[in-house]
C-alpha cells in the first residue's frame, strides 16, 4: 500500500490554491492536501505536523516569502520547499535556491515545472527550469561578485522592489508590516550600498537588471 504524499500549500489566494490541488490530483493518486492562507497559519502547520513538500507563494502578504522560507528552513531543515511565484525568474530564483528551496517554478507553468520540481524534491534533490541554469551559468562564466544588488539583505531586496514598483515608503511599510522609520532605514542602505541617489534612480536600476518589469507611471519623481 502506498504511502500519502502529504503537501502543503501555502498562497493567499483561495482559487489558486484549488488551481494547485486540480492539477496535482491528476499526477500524483494517492496525495494529501492542506492548505494555509497567510504566513502564520502556514508556520504553524509546519510545526505541528511533517510534510513531504510544501509549496511556499513568494508574495505572502505581510512577512513575505523569503521570510516565510528561512524560518520554514529553520523549523524543518531537511524539509523540501518549492518556491511559486509570478515574477520572473531573475528577480528571485538563484536568491531563493541560495536560502534553501528545492525549486523555483512560475505560476504560469506550474503544471508539467511543477510536477517535475515534486518529483526532484522527493528524490532529495532540486529541479532547475532550462531558463535558470541559464541565469546560473551566466553568472558562473562571468566570474564576478556580480551586480551591486546581490549585496543587499533580502530585506533590502524586498523594499527595492517596492519602491523600484512606485509604492512609497509608507505603502512599503504597509505591505511588510513594517514601520515607515524602518523602511526609511531600509532605503538608505540600499542608497548607500547601491550608490543610487533617489527613487527614480532605483526605479531605473531595477528595471535595467529585471528586479521589475516595468516602470511605475511616475518614475520621475525624485523620492
Same mark, same amino acid.
Given at each position: ?27 500524483? %493518486? ?8 497567510? =504566513? ?18 513568494? #508574495? *505572502? ?16 531543515? +531537511? ?6 511565484? *509570478?515574477? !520572473?525568474? !531573475? ?25 517535475? %520540481?515534486?518529483? $526532484? ?7 532547475? @527550469?532550462?531558463?535558470? $541554469?541559464?541565469?546560473? =551559468? ?14 543587499? @539583505?533580502?530585506? !533590502?531586496?524586498?523594499? *527595492?522592489?517596492?519602491?523600484? #514598483?512606485?509604492?512609497?515608503?509608507? !505603502? ?20 548607500? +550600498? ?5 527613487? %527614480?534612480?532605483? *526605479? ?16 520621475? #519623481?525624485?523620492?
Amino acid at each position: 500500500m502506498k504511502r500519502l504524499l502529504k503537501l502543503l500549500i501555502v498562497d493567499d489566494h483561495y482559487f489558486v490554491r484549488q488551481g494547485l490541488k486540480s492539477v496535482l490530483g491528476e499526477h500524483f %493518486a494517492d496525495i494529501l492536501f492542506d492548505e494555509a492562507s497567510s =504566513a502564520n497559519e502556514a508556520l504553524e502547520k509546519v510545526s505541528q505536523s511533517d510534510w513531504d513538500v510544501v509549496l511556499l507563494d513568494i #508574495s *505572502m502578504p505581510g512577512r513575505g516569502g523569503l521570510d516565510v522560507l528561512k524560518e520554514f528552513r529553520s523549523i524543518k531543515p +531537511k524539509m523540501p520547499i518549492i518556491i511559486l511565484s *509570478m515574477h !520572473e525568474e !531573475e528577480q528571485f530564483a538563484i536568491r531563493v535556491l541560495k536560502l534553501g528551496a528545492s525549486s523555483y517554478v512560475r505560476k504560469d507553468s506550474a503544471g508539467q515545472e511543477l510536477v517535475k %520540481a515534486i518529483e $526532484a524534491a522527493l528524490r532529495g534533490g532540486k529541479y532547475i @527550469t532550462p531558463l535558470i $541554469a541559464q541565469i546560473l =551559468a551566466t553568472h558562473l562564466e562571468k566570474n564576478v561578485e556580480g551586480p551591486v544588488h546581490e549585496t543587499l @539583505t533580502d530585506r !533590502e531586496y524586498q523594499v *527595492m522592489r517596492l519602491i523600484a #514598483s512606485g509604492k512609497t515608503v509608507k !505603502e512599503v511599510g504597509y505591505e511588510l508590516s513594517l514601520s515607515v522609520k524602518t523602511i526609511s532605514t531600509y532605503r538608505t542602505r540600499i542608497l548607500v +550600498k547601491t550608490g543610487l541617489r533617489n527613487n %527614480a534612480q532605483i *526605479m531605473r536600476y531595477a528595471l535595467q537588471y529585471g528586479i521589475v518589469n516595468v516602470l511605475p507611471d511616475n518614475e520621475n #519623481s525624485n523620492g
